[in-house]
């Protein structure tokens, strides 16, 4: 990932809690940080899940604050 700023790489220093994967990075020249990113985790009983309700499938989101919610995909 490169720096809006100035462009040069991002270095990541802040990771997700639950998957360990990158969402937040700082540039490893001029410093600027960009915006935390919020990603989606699938776990196998979600996926049963969603199928089990007709579903095509649910989804856990886990939002940088630490909340995190279940939602069934139609």
């Given at each position: 990932?490169?720096?809006?700023a100035?462009?040069?790489?991002m270095?990541?220093?802040?990771?997700?809690?639950?998957c360990?994967?990158s969402?937040?990075?700082?540039?490893?020249?001029?410093?600027?940080?960009?915006e935390k990113s919020?990603?989606?985790?699938?776990?196998?009983?979600?996926?049963?899940l969603g199928k089990a309700?007709g579903?095509a499938?649910?989804?856990?989101?886990t939002?940088?604050?630490?909340?995190?919610g279940?939602i069934l995909?139609a």
């Amino acid at each position: 990932m490169l720096c809006r700023a100035c462009g040069n790489e991002m270095i990541a220093f802040e990771y997700c809690s639950q998957c360990n994967e990158s969402i937040h990075w700082k540039c490893s020249i001029c410093y600027k940080e960009n915006e935390k990113s919020v990603h989606m985790h699938y776990t196998e009983g979600e996926q049963l899940l969603g199928k089990a309700s007709g579903t095509a499938g649910a989804a856990m989101i886990t939002f940088v604050s630490g909340l995190s919610g279940l939602i069934l995909l139609a």
